[in-house]
């Protein structure tokens, strides 16, 4: 038995140099991850203390614009996601061939893209009721903070693509199986934030 | 509105003003911009003509090598100083006339603070720092490489291109006019509705990232690469110091990015983050801009008091006087660097109780820096001590920082804060922490490891004229401003009316001819030594009597620095062996080195970020567009790379290194008496040291 050499998910031995290789890169970008948190920790800050009405400007609040069906099916496809993200990097570790993993990777996309789907169709339907970011300092830091999270699934899908690319050209080398470790984390990390999303935004908003 | 060329025409050059309307005012503005291309093209040919592309190429742009990096970065903080202290010396002359106006227009002025504010910290002091800590961590700490080469050549090209940016908007266009801050309202659309503001959002935000990205990748290397038995409590303090500037730099950079970016969206988009009206609230952004703000003057100082450091106990022959208590000062200021951030705007209007908390906390945070001085004092204390240029910095550091360290504790109270804030007091008070505590320490460490990169030390009567001219230019003009601060006189005033603020204002602007000749003196010495570096050659590599792991490779030190992997057993490691054993052995066997292979991944980063920085502030749709684009292509292209590494077969380095050994073993030492003749080869004899 080796120690593990990062924080999360290892390979392990019967991985070969796969498991020394991943040891900086994992952590390198759990430190990322770290700056990462700051990046949202600031934008949440700055959406909470905009909630006031001067904040909201006289335009529409949380009670007109919200629609919690919708969010809730955005969290249940991200969670839902993230369950099948995990699928992937278990896969891997359980050395089930490079087809299982481009699969899970495939349906973790589907649904990370459902769940843009979504949040974008509430955007334009805000946007049609005249509450688009320009509308009050409480929109702007909504459409900020929501926003950038969407902008990370969307890098992230972009990700998938490329590792389903480098899955179809390189198989499963040891570069492509740090990449995923990294995705990993970075999905979870997502769907970590986004639980304070839900929480903070939506369920505080319309408590 | 924006077609092809988006808000560009043939009337943003300061030529063009220049010929509308002729006079002091645009003359400079014209002859500033007629500098950066002449310079621009002058840059071309030297290279055209002394067919330097290939190599250029070849052996730096496509380097990933951390000494190359480091280096790169190092040259454009002196390019930058110079437009920076020029800058500064334009400002000195204004203000010396400035009393009811002054040759320069107010706009012009106000130009000139925030460029120089700007350039001085995030293009100066900034790449200072990360260039002398990718140059010397990994050779302190026995590693190969950074642990992200390739990352690290990205974190360049994103700082390149926000220089790159900030020299463009010389020649096209203006600069913003409202600080290095840029605080909104001011600089939000409705107040600054030109390209001004933009061209500051698109400079710092690429700075930031890369920043961000360097501190990474620092933190990553010091914490996972260093050689078996380097463990913490023997790291050299200059890695410590690197350590905690690293962690800083993560959680430090994203605040200004973000409001950066925010500030962006309020003037693209109309977003009411920082605007008057509809419910932006503009406090915010001073309160998130100084919460990076304030741990980045931690970040610069930190690694210079990592070469204080180095320095007092190289040139005093003796053990770093205090190590722990260096350590532990070190991780405190970096803590409570965290907690002070609202010294910046005590007087934005919260209330008293919370002002005082941070006074506090501002206070506290100078009793680890005075630990800090008492330590490199003691250290010095009967050493065998050389007045080498390094040690005529830190002597000027020594009592001038001291001084700048007091004023600072007295702006840290809030009640005397009220009276002196936005006056020279605060003028003087921060160039006089960042000259000689940033500065000195930046021109001290590149003195003292440039031989190790360049293999010849730099000539010691110029190296000691410079910074002579610095420490008396400093006093000369920063001085006065505390006098000055105190009579009343605001900064960023581009006139005033009061004639008692006269005489004390020639007197700053005859310090700013000296520091003009000091900058002067200091290229001068890079240049007499390169002419002169068959007899400054040190290829022996310890050019003056060395401690740390750096000193025990040749000079210039080899791509792969280290033949093999040193084993690690005492704090002063190469002084350890050369005290107890023989430093200068074949290792039994060599083994094959992975290094880095060259990519233009950082290059074409710098330039797509470019284009993008200067389309975005231009309104030019399709050029950001395909700069974006570009950015995430060559990102997702090198995904699949593969031949990332090539590797040096082990004989190469057996001959490499036996060559050198044999060179060593034949050569005869010197003792410190010569340290400064042609007879310094770079290698140390024993001499009369005493303490151990
Ligand atoms: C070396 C010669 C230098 C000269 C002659 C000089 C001169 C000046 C002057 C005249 C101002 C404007 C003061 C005012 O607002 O009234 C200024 C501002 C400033 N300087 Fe320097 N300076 C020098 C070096 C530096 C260095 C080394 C740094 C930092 C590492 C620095 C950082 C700043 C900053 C941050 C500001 C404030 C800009 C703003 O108001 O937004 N300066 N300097
Ligand atoms: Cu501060």
Redesign the pocket.
């Known amino acids: 038995m080796t120690a593990n050499l990062h924080p999360g998910l290892n390979l392990g031995e019967s991985h070969g140099a796969a498991h020394p290789a991943s040891e900086n890169r994992v952590f390198g970008f759990w430190v990322f991850l770290m700056s990462d948190l700051i990046t949202f920790g600031i934008l949440f800050a700055t959406y909470a203390a905009s909630g006031t009405p001067m904040g909201l400007a006289g335009g529409p609040g949380p009670a007109q614009l919200f629609d919690l069906t919708s969010v809730a099916l955005q969290t249940a496809f991200l969670l839902a996601s993230s369950l099948t993200c995990g699928m992937a990097s278990l896969s891997m570790k359980a050395h089930a061939g490079a087809g299982r993993i481009a699969l899970w990777l495939l349906v973790t996309a589907l649904l990370g893209g459902g769940f843009l789907m979504l949040e974008l169709s509430d955007f334009a339907s805000m946007l049609a009721q005249g509450a688009g970011p320009a509308r009050s300092g409480w929109l702007s830091g909504f459409f900020a903070l929501v926003g950038l999270h969407g902008l990370h699934i969307t890098a992230g899908l972009l990700w998938i693509g490329v590792l389903l690319g480098l899955l179809a050209v390189q198989g499963l080398s040891d570069r492509v199986k740090t990449r995923l470790l990294l995705f990993a984390l970075y999905w979870h990390f997502l769907d970590l934030v986004w639980i304070g999303i839900f929480s903070i935004v939506f369920l505080r908003g319309l408590a | 509105m924006s077609g092809l060329f988006g808000h560009l025409d043939w009337t943003v050059t300061p030529f063009a003003a220049a010929i509308a309307d002729p006079g002091t005012n645009t003359f400079v503005a014209a002859g500033a911009a007629g500098l950066v291309v002449l310079g621009a093209v002058a840059l071309l040919g030297f290279l055209t003509w002394f067919r330097l592309w290939g190599p250029l190429w070849r052996d730096w742009l496509t380097s990933a090598d951390h000494k190359k990096i480091g280096v790169m970065y190092c040259v454009i903080g002196i390019v930058m100083?110079a437009r920076?202290?020029a800058e500064?010396?334009v400002?000195?002359a204004h203000?010396a006339m400035a009393l009811n106006g002054g040759p320069l227009s107010a706009e012009h002025f106000a130009e000139l603070?925030?460029t120089?504010?700007t350039i001085?910290?995030l293009f100066?002091?900034a790449p200072l720092v990360i260039g002398l800590i990718n140059i010397v961590v990994p050779l302190q700490i026995g590693a190969r490489d950074m642990a992200f080469p390739v990352m690290n050549q990205v974190s360049l090209g994103l700082t390149a291109a926000g220089a790159a940016l900030l020299m463009i908007s010389l020649v096209i266009g203006r600069f913003e006019t409202g600080?290095?801050?840029a605080y909104p309202p001011y600089t939000g659309r409705v107040f600054s509705p030109g390209e001004g503001p933009d061209y500051w959002i698109w400079s710092v935000v690429p700075a930031g990232i890369g920043s961000m990205l360097s501190g990474i990748n620092f933190a990553v290397t010091i914490y996972k690469c260093r050689a078996p038995g380097m463990t913490y409590m023997r790291m050299p303090l200059f890695t410590w110091t690197a350590l905690c500037a690293a962690i800083m730099l993560v959680y430090a950079m994203p605040p200004v990015t973000v409001s950066s970016l925010m500030l962006a969206l309020d003037r693209y988009a109309g977003f009411h983050f920082f605007t008057n009206d509809l419910g932006g609230n503009m406090m915010n952004y001073a309160n998130i801009f100084w919460m990076f703000g304030h741990p980045e003057v931690y970040i610069?100082v930190l690694p210079a008091y990592g070469v204080w450091s180095e320095v007092s106990a190289t040139f005093s022959a003796k053990t770093l006087y205090g190590y722990p208590s260096l350590v532990i000062a070190t991780m405190a200021i970096a803590v409570i660097a965290f907690t002070v951030w609202l010294h910046h705007f005590f007087t934005m209007g919260q209330s008293a109780s919370v002002n005082i908390a941070f006074g506090i906390a501002t206070m506290i945070i100078a009793v680890p820096t005075g630990v800090k001085v008492y330590d490199w004092m003691a250290t010095l204390w009967r050493g065998r001590i050389r007045m080498t240029v390094p040690m005529v910095y830190l002597t000027g550091f020594f009592i001038l920082f001291v001084i700048g360290g007091l004023t600072g504790v007295i702006l840290a109270n809030p009640t005397i804060d009220y009276q002196v804030h936005n006056t020279?007091f605060l003028?003087a008070h921060?160039?006089n922490v960042?000259?000689p505590g940033?500065?000195f320490a930046m021109l001290a460490g590149i003195h003292y490891w440039f031989p190790k990169v360049f293999g010849f030390r730099l000539h010691e009567t110029w190296g000691k004229r410079a910074a002579w001219l610095w420490i008396v230019g400093f006093c000369v003009?920063f001085l006065p401003l505390y006098a000055l601060g105190l009579m009343g006189m605001p900064?960023?005033?581009s006139s005033f009316a009061d004639p008692a603020f006269v005489p004390l204002q020639l007197v700053a602007g005859a310090g700013?001819v000296i520091?003009l000749l000091a900058?002067a003196a200091t290229l001068v010495c890079y240049g007499v030594s390169i002419r002169q570096r068959g007899t400054l050659a040190v290829p022996f590599g310890d050019p003056w009597d060395g401690r740390t792991l750096e000193w025990a490779m040749p000079a210039p030190a080899p791509e792969w620095n280290f033949a093999v992997i040193p084993a690690v057993a005492a704090r002063d490691a190469f002084w350890a062996e050369k005290t107890g054993g023989d430093p200068y052995v074949a290792p039994e066997r060599y083994e094959d080195i992975e290094l880095p292979r060259p990519t233009a991944l950082g290059l074409v980063i710098c330039v797509a970020t470019t284009a993008a920085g200067f389309a975005l502030t231009w309104h030019i749709w399709w050029l950001a567009l395909s700069g974006l684009v570009g950015i995430g292509l060559a990102v997702m292209v090198r995904a699949f790379a593969t031949q990332t590494t090539r590797v040096l077969p082990a004989a190469e380095v057996a001959v490499h290194h036996g060559r050198w050994l044999e060179a060593v073993h034949t050569a005869r030492g010197i003792t410190r008496d010569a340290e400064d003749s042609p007879a310094n080869r770079g290698l140390a004899a024993p001499d009369t040291e005493v303490t151990p």
């Open positions: 100083l920076g202290v500064g010396a400002m000195r203000q603070f925030s120089h504010g001085m910290i100066v002091a600080g290095w801050s610069l020279l003028v921060f160039h960042l000259i940033v500065l003009t900064r960023r005033s700013a520091i900058l």
